[in-house]
């Protein structure tokens, strides 16, 4: 069940580097939510729940093997206190071995207003039995190992925020999002108008905003075609698409014949 519209979303990290994670929610756009109640941010530090005087979190895995896993008593005392501030969160795990983030699934996250809790792993990964009793939902950044999952974290966390109305300031900025209708977003200028003898296009300063709304779409479709074109294959073009990329390919057969 979701928090209500009324309410902060609330972020809690389950870390051995809590002070990662503060510098992150003390500054920029999150700190800005944080301090307009739109969302909150919590560090807990897993060494705070070590069952031994010397805080030990992670141990030899059995079987033998490299590298040291992440004890399974820490991983639960923490997620425990975690819950007793949100007793419906959702526990996410960062892992490569999880579902791969993505714009729609942080629309997805920011509709829903859920709180969540996320654990960030170490050394080789954390106990299985974490995995099976304790964890709702693993999530993957990509293809790709990293030392830990705040950075990961952080990804999520921000990316979620800006969908959240008001945390951006503007609901105009996350609507024209790259990605937001799978299509990557136009290029953008600023002053000066002339930079390295290249100069800001001519329709941008006309102040006609369907032609600068054209120019948009068309530099949006460009920019995709080039750089993304699996894009759409995930959302078809529209017709008034289609007969923009038609115009295009027909100036580009221009510049290229003899």
Known sequence: M?????????????TLFPELMAAFFEHGMIHRGIEAKLISGTCVNIRDFSCDRHKTVDDRPYGGGSGMIMKPEPLEAAIAFAKERSPEAKVILMTPQGTRFDQQKACSLADRRESLIFICGRYEGIDERVYTQLVDEE????????????????????????????????????????????????????????????????????????????????????????????????????????????????????????
Not at 2 to 14: R, S, W
Not at 174 to 179: G, V
């Open 2 to 14: 979701g928090n209500g519209g009324g309410q902060a979303m609330e972020f809690t990290v389950l």
């Open 139 to 258: 999530i993957s950044m990509g293809d790709y190992v990293m030392t830990g999952g705040e950075v990961a974290a952080m990804a999520i966390i921000d990316s979620v925020s800006r969908m959240i109305p008001g945390v951006l300031g503007s609901c105009a900025s996350s609507q024209a999002d790259s990605f937001s209708d799978d299509r990557l977003e136009y290029a953008q200028y600023t002053r000066p108008e002339v930079f390295n003898n290249m100069a800001v296009p001519g329709v941008l300063l006309s102040g006609n905003h369907e032609r600068i709304r054209q120019w948009r779409k068309t530099s949006s479709l460009q920019r995709t075609f080039m750089k993304r074109p699996d894009l759409f294959e995930t959302q078809p073009p529209t017709a008034e698409e289609k007969q923009i990329l038609k115009q295009w390919c027909r100036e580009l057969t221009t510049l290229v014949s003899p």
